[in-house]
């Protein structure tokens, strides 16, 4: 099998995944992933995580130039926004309206520097300092311009009322944190007002240290 054919089958793989196990509903969520050559695979507007056809699947060539496979998602200028400012680090960018991410970003006293609590250690690690972006209509351009003024400091935001953006160095990466990503938010709810014994200073920089986990 090709990298191309091999790549169109995981991504719809991935996507009936997070789909089954309600990560994102109905038409929501998009995927991208980068082949070596440069080009982009990309799901399409309005389609269902859980019936992606591979064959069907956008694709684009080095350049950013639809070239194949049917619309593409118009949450393009987030995926974009990965790729230029974190080019040697991301090869997937994975969107999903997941329940408990969103449930956090939309209450008053959140973080927006980093909105996930240090709960674990998990998150930290695979996901660094995830920050919290302003509203945005769905497909507003602007969600792009606010990724790249983060000057790609950050692999992973959260659009509020919206939902949680994660790049990655591959596809597989970026699913796993953000399915961390949302288990880190539901665990903040859950434990909201309890007083939960949070990770130290001293803990959480010792994962940075030890993972070499962008922290600034």
């Not at 960018?93 to 408990?100: A, G, K, Q, T």
């Not at 990724?147 to 939902?163: E, Q």
């Not at 949302?182 to 994962?207: F, H, S, V």
Request: with cysteine; charged share 25%; aromatic share 6%.
């Amino acid at each position: 099998m090709s990298e191309e054919a091999s790549l169109r089958e995981q991504i719809c793989m991935m996507a009936k995944s997070l789909y089954d196990r309600g990560l994102t509903a109905g038409s929501s969520g998009n995927i991208s992933a980068r082949l070596s050559d440069g080009r982009l695979l990309v799901t399409p507007t309005g389609s269902s995580f859980g019936r992606l056809d591979p064959a069907r699947l956008s694709l684009f060539d080095s350049e950013g130039r639809l070239i194949g496979g049917d619309k593409p998602t118009k949450e393009m200028p987030l995926h974009a926004a990965f790729y230029e400012t974190r080019p040697k680090k991301t090869g997937a960018v994975v969107h999903l309206h997941s329940s408990h991410s969103v449930a956090l970003s939309i209450l008053p006293d959140v973080d927006t520097d980093n909105m996930l609590p240090p709960l674990t250690a998990y998150s930290i690690m695979k996901l660094g300092k995830v920050k919290l972006l302003p509203y945005f209509m769905p497909g507003d351009p602007a969600m792009g311009d606010a990724i790249r003024g983060l000057a790609g400091k950050r692999s992973a935001v959260m659009l509020a009322a919206h939902g949680p953006v994660v790049s990655a160095k591959d596809l597989a990466a970026a699913v796993y944190a953000i399915e961390e990503l949302e288990e880190t938010a539901k665990l903040a709810m859950l434990t909201r007002g309890a007083n939960p014994c949070l990770l130290t200073d001293a803990q959480i920089a010792d994962l940075v240290r030890t993972y070499d986990v962008e922290w600034d």
